[in-house]
């Protein structure tokens, strides 16, 4: 909130800051967020007009320190429902090395967390998310931005410092659109804009990052049988294209970097190369040729395939 307020005050915008509630005295210094110089209003709001996140007025564990393990035991306890976004998610989550310090996505890959949950290894990775909480569980659909008792909650600009500065050692993020250089389009899709946020900080500056996504959309329906994929429908929308609309994240940059960057999929794998995109990886039941190579713009460089990990198929 301080640097908002203080750019809104200095470009000579207005301050109105909503409150539940007025003191009968001054508040202790060090508990001042944003000083009154910063302030042009004060409104008092209505109790039920402070939601905490875009779908829940309030949940105690966003604020809460984790004072035991079965304050876990709901996550570790609810298992991710089955389907693509499981299978990319525990994939995802096969890259989570002891001791990272890693940055969440919204979409698919807000799975990774729940995934880390069931696999019982949160205490040994620390997960982050972009508005500020550091450590627990990132909370997923209209509460992403917020965690299940996080050991800490900085302010959002200090969160982009460290990222910025190359604290990360993990992030799984989505991407909509891949092409043959390595590059991914979150932001722009014809004439519709999304923006990029801070996909860009996080992408270029995380020394290890797992792009999530299907390979196709726009209808794609999926089943597991017998640990085997099966494409039931296929999808519409190609996702790996020739050129991608607009480069969110360059693969020309992360090569230099020296940065690890992989793109997983529902049914593979793939590695960036100086050279460009590699196959490393094929989901069983998956034949490379028709399901995969025929369904990319580009041709992908093919040597050393091996099967995808199998427990993401159980």
């Known amino acids: 909130m301080l640097p908002i307020a203080q750019a809104a005050h200095n470009s000579g915008g207005k301050v109105i800051a909503q409150v539940k509630r007025l003191l009968d005295r001054p508040a202790p210094p060090n508990q001042v967020k944003v000083p009154g110089i910063l302030v042009d209003h004060v409104v008092i709001a209505d109790e039920s007009e402070h939601p905490q996140t875009f779908a829940e007025s309030l949940n105690a564990a966003y604020f809460s320190p984790r004072s035991s393990k079965e304050a876990l035991g709901e996550f570790e306890s609810e298992n991710m429902a089955p389907g693509v976004r499981r299978i990319i998610a525990a994939r995802a989550c096969d890259e989570l090395l002891p001791g990272a310090i890693a940055n ?5 890959p807000e799975g990774v967390g729940r995934i880390a949950a069931e696999r019982k290894i949160l205490d040994q990775i620390t997960l982050t998310v972009e508005s500020g909480p550091i450590g627990g569980i990132p909370a997923g659909g209209l509460s992403f931005g917020a965690s299940a008792w996080p050991e800490a909650i900085i302010d959002q600009p200090a969160q982009f410092d ?5 604290g990360l050692d993990y992030a799984a993020l989505g991407a909509a659109q891949v092409d043959q250089f390595g590059n991914v389009n979150v932001s722009k899709f014809h004439d519709r804009v999304a923006g990029v946020g801070g996909f860009v900080n996080i992408s270029q500056n995380a020394r290890r990052v797992v792009f999530c996504g299907t390979l196709t959309s726009g209808g794609l329906e999926v089943e597991v049988v017998d640990g085997e994929l099966r494409i039931l429908k296929e999808g519409s929308i190609r996702k790996f ?15 230099q970097s020296g940065h690890e960057i992989l793109y997983v999929t529902e049914r593979a794998v793939f590695q960036l190369t100086p050279e460009g995109l590699r196959l490393t990886e094929v989901a069983p039941g998956i034949d490379i040729q028709t399901q995969i190579l025929n369904l990319i713009d580009f041709s ?14 159980e």
Request: a negative charge; charged letters at 15%; aromatic letters at 10%.
């Open 300 to 313: 992908p460089i093919v040597e050393n395939v091996r099967p995808m990990n199998a427990s993401c198929f």
């Open 241 to 255: 294209v020739d050129h991608v609309e607009q480069v969110s994240f360059s693969g020309k940059v992360a090569v």
């Open 104 to 108: 969440l996505g919204i979409g698919i």
């Open 162 to 166: 460290f990222y910025d500065g190359g």
